[in-house]
C-alpha cells in the first residue's frame, strides 16, 4: 500500500445540511471498496474527544442518500478549541488506529482540521457541507441547492398571501455572511430584491429600493433578506420601513430552520457522492489538507488555508438583473 492510509476516521461538524447523508455513504463506501476502514465519529469534534467512534460497514450507510440531516449527528465543540482538547482527539485516533480523516462541514470546521493537522500531522481531507454557499474554491457547498429549493417553495407560497392582501413582505433566509442564498433565492422566486450582507457597508440597501420605485406596477412585493446584525434581517428592515414609509403595509417572514430541512435534491446528491469519492481518491494520492470542490462540473482541490481565508465573492450582477426583471 503505498499511501499508507489502512483506515480513516468521518465526522460531520458545524450546521448540518442536506446532503450530507450522500457523502458519508459516498465516503463509506468508496474507502472499503479501495480497501480502507472506516471508522464514524459521532457529533463532530465532540466524538472525537470522548471517543463515540464505530466501525462501519457497507450497510450502515444503506438507505441513508434521501434523507437529510447527517446519521452521524453535528455538534458544535467549544473543547477542540483548545489545545487540551485536540491532544484528547489525537489521543483518541491513535487509540483507534486512525491514519487520516475527512471531515464534512463548513468554514468552522476546517479551521479546526487545519489546526489540528498541523499540530499533529494527520492527512484530512475537507468536504464543503453547509447551506451558505460560503466556502471559496467550490461553485457549490453540499446542501446548498436544497436549501435554495425550498426556500422558493416557501417563498411561492407567501407569494399567494402576499398577493391577496397587497403587502411588502421582508423574508428573511440564513446567510449571515453570505447573500448566495438571498440572492439566488430572489431571482428564482420572482422576488422584488434582495438584501445582503455583501452590500451591507457600501450602501443603504433599503433607500436604494425604495428609490429605484421598486413594483410601481402592483402594491405587493417580495424582498428577501440575509439575516444578519447590522441591518437586524427582516424585522430591522420592517421596523424601518414602518417608520419611514407607513404608506406600505409591511409584514416578515422568518424562514429559520426549515431551510437546513428536508430530502436532499437531486444536484446536492451527485455532487456529494462525486466529492466523497474524490475525498478518498485525494488521500491515496498523498494529497493532505484539502478542501474537495466542484468548479465547472470538474472536481478539484483547494488547500484548506485557501477555502477558509478566501472570500467568495457573490455575482452582484444578478442585483441588476433582478431589479431589470422586477419593474
Ligand atoms: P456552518 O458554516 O454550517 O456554521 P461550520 O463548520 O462553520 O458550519 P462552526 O460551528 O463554526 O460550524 O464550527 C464547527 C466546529 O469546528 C466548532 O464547534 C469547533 O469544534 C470547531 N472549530 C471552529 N473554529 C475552530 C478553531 N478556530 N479552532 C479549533 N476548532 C474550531
Do not use: W
Amino acid at each position: 500500500m503505498v499511501h499508507g492510509i489502512r483506515c480513516i476516521g468521518l465526522l460531520t461538524s458545524g450546521g448540518d445540511a442536506p446532503g450530507m447523508n450522500a457523502a458519508i455513504r459516498s465516503v463509506t463506501r468508496a474507502a472499503i471498496f479501495n480497501n480502507i476502514r472506516v471508522k464514524a465519529i459521532y457529533r463532530g469534534y465532540k466524538g472525537l474527544i470522548t471517543g463515540e467512534i464505530k466501525e462501519f460497514q457497507t450497510q450502515n450507510v444503506s438507505n441513508i442518500i434521501q434523507q437529510g440531516g447527517t446519521i452521524l449527528k453535528s455538534a458544535r465543540c467549544a473543547e477542540f478549541r483548545t489545545p487540551e482538547g485536540r491532544q484528547l482527539a489525537y489521543e483518541n485516533l491513535v487509540r483507534e488506529e486512525i491514519d487520516a480523516l475527512v471531515v464534512i462541514g463548513g468554514d468552522g470546521t476546517f479551521t479546526g482540521a487545519r489546526l489540528f493537522s498541523q499540530e499533529y500531522n494527520v492527512p484530512i481531507v475537507g468536504l464543503p457541507g453547509t447551506i451558505d454557499n460560503d466556502l471559496f474554491g467550490t461553485d457549490s457547498t453540499i446542501g446548498y441547492d436544497t436549501a435554495l429549493n425550498t426556500i422558493i417553495d416557501a417563498v411561492d407560497k407567501i407569494r399567494d398571501t402576499a398577493s391577496s392582501h397587497e403587502r411588502l413582505f421582508f423574508i428573511e433566509v440564513m446567510g449571515r455572511d453570505a447573500g448566495f442564498l438571498a440572492l439566488n433565492s430572489a431571482l428564482a422566486s420572482g422576488a422584488e430584491a434582495a438584501i445582503i450582507p455583501e452590500r451591507e457597508t457600501k450602501v443603504d440597501q433599503l433607500e436604494e429600493l425604495i428609490r429605484n420605485g421598486f413594483r410601481k406596477s402592483k402594491n405587493s412585493s417580495i424582498v428577501i433578506v440575509s439575516e444578519s446584525e447590522v441591518t437586524g434581517g427582516a424585522n430591522g428592515l420592517a421596523e424601518r420601513m414602518r417608520r419611514e414609509h407607513p404608506e406600505y403595509d409591511v409584514r416578515v417572514s422568518i424562514l429559520g430552520h426549515i431551510q437546513r430541512g428536508g430530502s436532499p435534491t437531486a444536484y446536492d446528491r451527485i455532487i456529494a457522492s462525486r466529492m466523497g469519492v474524490a475525498a478518498i481518491d485525494a488521500l491515496m494520492d498523498g494529497l493532505r489538507n484539502i478542501m474537495i470542490g466542484i468548479v465547472n462540473n470538474e472536481i478539484v482541490h483547494v488547500p484548506l488555508a485557501k477555502a477558509i481565508k478566501d472570500d467568495k465573492p457573490v455575482n452582484e450582477q444578478l442585483l441588476g438583473v433582478l431589479q431589470i426583471l422586477s419593474i
